[in-house]
């Protein structure tokens, strides 16, 4: 799906981990953290409209209930590449790591470049499942050597 041409109004950053989700809302500039599980999610994206961008980078599956809630909600998401956010955030003189700065450098990432980003859109099934045992086997013959 193509970015739209107007600008949201806000930009919330996800910093998604494997059991919490820290949420960086940048028009209040607030930070908080909710539980990575689905009722905590759906009531998440319940409090937020369709003017909204929600920005959050691959984290090797974690990030797939957020965007999946996002999209029955019908609020636009972009997942972004991890070594671009993290390069951005280099460009703004950023060096500390930590989940709130994470989450609030993807709310600016997503503020600064939202007419750029593209919207996520799930894969259809078959690739999706064909990803999933190309990952598996991956991992069984790493552990294998």
Known sequence: ?????????????CDVGKA????????TRRTSVINNDPS?????????????????????GYEH??????????????RADGNRVKAFLRSLG???KTDRI????????????HATLTRWKPLDGTRDQVGQLVRTRLDRVATRA
Do not use: W
């Not at 994470?102 to 470049?113: H, N, P, T, V």
């Open 20 to 27: 919490h989700i820290h949420i960086h809302d940048s028009r």
């Open 65 to 78: 209930a957020l965007l999946t809630a996002m999209l029955k909600a019908a609020i636009p998401c972009h």
């Open 102 to 113: 994470d989450a609030a450098g993807l709310a600016a990432y997503g503020r600064e470049r």
């Open 1 to 13: 799906m193509p970015p739209p041409s107007n600008p949201p109004t806000t930009v919330i950053g």
């Open 40 to 60: 905590h999610i759906a009531t998440f994206s319940r409090q937020l409209d369709a003017t909204c961008l929600v920005v959050c980078e691959a984290t090797g």
């Open 94 to 96: 950023s060096m500390a």
